[in-house]
């Protein structure tokens, strides 16, 4: 593929039918003082994927390489997907989580020796927009950034492990199961979740037009703002807005407009059930809509999963990942659930760094 250099931005020429999974339309270098400490280049990238019903869709991204020469097959790879940060194209985290900003885990993987690439997900900071919580499209997101930064750097091999926190850990788990069928030629090593959103079609039933103010836990409405938000995009023949009220409304339309901090200062007053208008899990379409959207495969897996959750997630229930954990092991899927007694949602990705870290040495034979 021949690129077009205008400005130190690389141009990929456009091409006339769809492009091809992972085509990278622009590149740019990232700057030295924007690297992470234990970094020795970084690109961002766009680049072309697939949302959550196939079609074509634009994402953004950024991968980084170690400091020093690549081993023989190329660096390891480690693809991070990110928690909620909204759905505005501001919140993309290339563009703030810049240096030591990044997430720990992305440090310390590069201090490891691993390369790192981390998708913005489709929507989300570049052309169209992003369906929160669409397993098949954060999946393609997540393969298709692989698949970018390998076209355009040949020091990356092609074996990776999948990993994430919260909204990314659903991501990591979607895309190390997709990938076997949709990318062969990247063999995943392993899969690690760190605070994975899971049973969603069961919470739903929490944002209903009967609860009340729920204190400090009002700001939960977000999440399934920007779920309704990315459902509506991926099947608007749902009319997601005529089961809101006014307010709710408003709400989603801020929703696809804002960044989380933003949406969760304004929800902090306002009572979940104020927004609803009537059940969304009262239909059984919408709840089956919601779980081909959203739901967490318990088999099919290529290589073994481990999931790590505080005991003290306010937002996500540690027993909804101790219950991923025990379908898992019934549908046969090599599963280990890492547990942390004083780690809440946020935490927690500290707290489990060294297990986290060790898995990942283990996938790939270290």
Not at 275 to 285: D, G, I, K, M, P
Not at 319 to 341: F, I, N, P
């Amino acid at each position: 593929m021949m690129l077009l250099v205008v400005g130190g931005v690389t141009i990929a020429p456009a091409a006339a039918a769809a492009p091809e999974n992972g085509f990278v339309f622009t590149t740019t270098d990232v700057a030295d003082d924007q690297l992470p400490s234990s970094a020795g280049a970084g690109t961002r990238l766009t680049y072309a994927t697939r949302d959550q019903n196939g079609r074509p869709a634009m994402s953004s991204g950024v991968y980084w390489v170690p400091k020093g020469d690549p081993p023989a097959g190329g660096w390891p790879v480690v693809s991070w997907a990110h928690g909620t940060v909204g759905l505005a194209d501001e919140c993309a985290p290339t563009l703030h989580r810049l240096g030591d900003g990044v997430e720990a885990p992305v440090r310390a993987a590069l201090a490891a020796g691993y390369a790192v690439t981390a998708t913005d997900y489709a929507g989300l900071g570049s052309a169209g927009e992003t369906e929160y919580l669409g397993g098949r499209a954060a999946a393609r997101s997540v393969i298709d950034m692989i698949r970018a930064a390998r076209s355009v750097d040949e020091t990356l091999g092609p074996r990776w492990v999948s990993m994430g926190h919260s909204q990314g850990g659903h991501a990591a788990l979607h895309a190390g199961r997709l990938a076997r069928d949709y990318a062969p030629e990247l063999p995943v090593a392993g899969i690690v979740a760190i605070a994975p959103v899971s049973s969603l079609e069961r919470l739903f039933g929490l944002f209903g037009p009967r609860v009340p103010g729920l204190g400090a836990l009002n700001v939960l409405s977000a999440p399934f703002l920007f779920t309704l938000a990315g459902l509506d995009h991926a099947h608007p023949e749902l009319r997601v807005a005529d089961s809101l009220t006014p307010d709710g409304r408003r709400f989603l339309d801020r929703a696809r407009s804002q960044c989380n901090g933003d949406l969760v200062d304004a929800l902090r007053s306002v009572s979940p059930g104020s927004l609803v208008a009537a059940s969304f899990t009262a239909e059984q379409t919408f709840r089956d809509a919601l779980r081909e959207y959203a739901e967490v495969p318990t088999s099919g897996y290529p290589a073994k999963v481990t999931i790590a959750h505080g005991i003290l997630d306010p937002v996500l229930p540690y027993l909804l990942s101790r219950s991923l954990r025990s379908d898992m092991r019934d549908d046969g899927t090599d599963v280990d659930l890492k547990t942390y007694a004083r780690a809440d949602h946020s935490s927690v990705v500290d707290e489990s760094l060294p297990d986290v870290m060790a898995a990942v040495r283990q996938a790939f034979g270290q």
